[in-house]
């Protein structure tokens, strides 16, 4: 098993993560690679009263490990069993490889937005996927866990509430295209495709999860154009059935600059929010809400519209749907939609950014917090 301690070659390069606004500084770092390996160092943290930390990629990092982390990064090994359809993915298994690995036997996962995410770090915070008002909660679909304890013993578990993961076994579905994609629409069309796709979600069937992003995009080569500089409502669609055409007919109508939607297989699904793959510093915030009333959407307009002082990616995700049936003890089965806030950090620092992630909450009567989009170290 390999360890690194501050100063030591490749020490910095094994701290590192898609979240590159957390300075950590463990005393130690251990390189897992096995369920022994996580045990071994549980029990060394134990022995010395240090805290134990746990990096993946890096994707929700809260907090700088200052004690032993253990990085689980090299545990990525996953096993499909197509007769029972059940994953078993390691720790440290994106979901990029459990799409590929579950696409071979016609079955996929409920994975998110971002095939980079780790599948145990995203099924710990609830997992809201691509799928999520079909199928419901990532978390609802686990079998069960591998897990070390606080005292370093490896149990075999259904709760995920304590200890180290070191391997998880989970549900997967039986889906192997959709039909998804993205319309983008130009700034001075925000106002409008705000209502319009918020009266759109009152009456859609589950087989469709949608969010809609507000997207400050920078004036920047690595932008696409026509989206490059512009601030851009971004209506994310992903359907399982082959009315889709008709379905998003009336957010087509308004005419977007750019429409990515068809149908793909769904080893494809990353296409569809098409986020940022590059590490990068962020800071990110969220609630819960029940209603999505113009004076909400005023706020967002005011708070992370082109307008806005600092540029905000303001994500609206519908809930509803196979989601009133959640089990996850934080989830409040009566939310209807997510209010995310994200932005980048630059040399301005967390403070601004919080600020107007606060002003923009503010109004909002917020029926929870979904634990799964903070990002970065949020004030409260
Ligand atoms: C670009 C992007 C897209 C996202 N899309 C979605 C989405 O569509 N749906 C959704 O639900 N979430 C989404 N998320 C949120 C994501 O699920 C969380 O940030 C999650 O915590 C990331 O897990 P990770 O292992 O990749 O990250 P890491 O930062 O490595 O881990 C995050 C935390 O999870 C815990 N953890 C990780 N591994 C273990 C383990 N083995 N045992 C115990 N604890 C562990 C630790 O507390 C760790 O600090 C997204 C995040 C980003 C940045």
Avoid: C
Avoid at 70 to 99: C, F
Avoid at 315 to 334: C, E, Q, R, S, T
């Amino acid at each position: 098993m390999q360890t690194f301690t501050p100063g030591q070659d490749g020490y910095r390069e094994e701290i590192a993560g898609f979240q590159t606004g957390i300075e950590s500084a463990p005393k130690l770092v251990v390189v897992a690679t096995t369920a022994d390996d996580v045990a071994g160092a549980v029990r060394h943290a134990a022995a010395r009263d240090l805290a134990v930390a746990v990096q993946a990629t890096g994707h929700g990092l809260r907090a700088p490990a200052d004690g032993v982390l253990i990085s689980t990064r090299r545990m990525t090994n996953v096993e499909i069993d197509p007769v029972s359809a059940v994953a078993r993915v390691e720790a440290g298994t994106t979901w990029g490889k459990v799409l590929e690995a579950a696409a071979e036997h016609g079955l996929a996962p409920l994975s998110g937005s971002a095939p980079g995410v780790g599948a145990v770090g995203y099924t710990l915070g609830g997992g809201f996927s691509l799928l999520g008002r079909r199928y419901g909660l990532a978390a609802d679909h686990v079998r069960s866990a591998e897990v070390v304890t606080a005292e370093g013993t490896i149990e075999r578990t259904t709760d995920l509430g304590d200890g180290v993961i070191t391997a998880l076994e989970f549900r997967l579905v039986p889906v192997t295209s959709l039909y998804g994609g993205g319309l983008y629409f130009d700034t001075p069309k925000l106002p409008e495709v705000l209502h319009t796709w918020r009266d759109w979600t009152a009456d859609l069937p589950d087989t469709l999860t949608t969010s809609l992003a507000l997207i400050p995009y920078p004036d920047l080569p690595m932008v696409r154009e026509p989206l490059r500089g512009k601030h851009i409502a971004h209506v994310r669609v992903a359907h399982l059935g082959d009315d889709g055409p008709r379905l998003v007919a009336p957010l087509r109508a308004l005419g977007p600059l750019v429409d990515t939607l068809k149908t793909m297989p769904f080893t494809d699904s990353g296409s569809i929010a098409a986020e940022p793959p590059h590490p990068h510093a962020y800071l990110g915030d969220n609630r819960v809400i029940a209603h999505l009333p113009d004076t909400t959407i005023d706020a967002i307009l005011e708070h992370a519209g082109p307008g806005a002082p600092v540029p905000t990616v303001l994500i609206v995700d519908l809930l509803g749907g196979a989601y009133v049936h959640a089990k996850a003890p934080d989830f409040n089965p009566d939310s209807r939609y997510t209010i995310r806030a994200l932005s980048v950090l630059d040399e301005s620092g967390p403070d601004p950014v919080r600020a107007a992630h606060a002003k923009l909450f503010a109004p909002l009567t917020a029926t929870g917090r979904l634990r799964s989009f903070v990002y970065g170290q949020p004030l409260s």
